[in-house]
């Protein structure tokens, strides 16, 4: 199977964010989603926010930890709690497993597009900025359900033990 790298698209329309999650969706592109997930806290005029996976191969959990950060960043601004579009049952198996129907609506049906889409520049991370960002993702998965918490803790366990005791 060929992997297409990841790249995210955003628009934003009449009060509607719509990001898209294309190709291979890793923790190179989180920094990114981070950056959404900190601007969308502050956006005036927002009343929904739209995410859409039809496109996506593959979304590692750094990623999904980012994307319930959007989830958190907009609750109690929107009525409605924020829309993932997902048709790969494997996508929506994962999503389910990791709780995300606790704070997004999951549907199938067809997203109407917004007029244009626009690439979203990938914001960099050095090293040190990627290694907080994974430990934040997944600090945050941990705090959506209990088989999250049991799944990421060894992880969260090694990266903070890492953060103390960098090797020299």
């Keep these: 199977m060929i992997m297409h790298e990841g790249r995210l698209q955003a628009a934003f329309d009449s009060g509607v964010f719509v990001l898209k999650l294309c190709g291979d969706v890793r923790l190179t592109l989180c920094a990114t989603l981070d950056s959404q997930a900190q601007s969308l806290a502050n956006t005036p005029g927002l009343k929904a926010v739209m995410i859409d996976l039809r496109e996506a191969t593959n979304i590692d959990s750094t990623a999904l930890g980012f994307l319930a950060k959007v989830a958190m960043a907009v609750r109690g601004r929107l009525e409605q709690p924020p829309t993932i579009v997902a048709d790969h049952p494997d996508v929506q198996r994962m999503l389910d497993v990791m709780g995300f129907s606790h704070y997004f609506t999951l549907v199938e049906a067809p997203l ?52 103390h005791d960098p090797v020299q």
């Design 112 to 163: 109407t597009e917004p007029g244009e889409l626009n690439d979203l520049p990938q914001v960099e991370a050095d090293e040190a900025g990627m290694q907080q960002r994974i430990l934040e993702a997944h600090r945050i998965l941990m705090r959506m359900n209990e088989h999250n918490r049991e799944e990421f803790q060894p992880l969260v366990e090694l990266l903070e033990a890492q953060q």
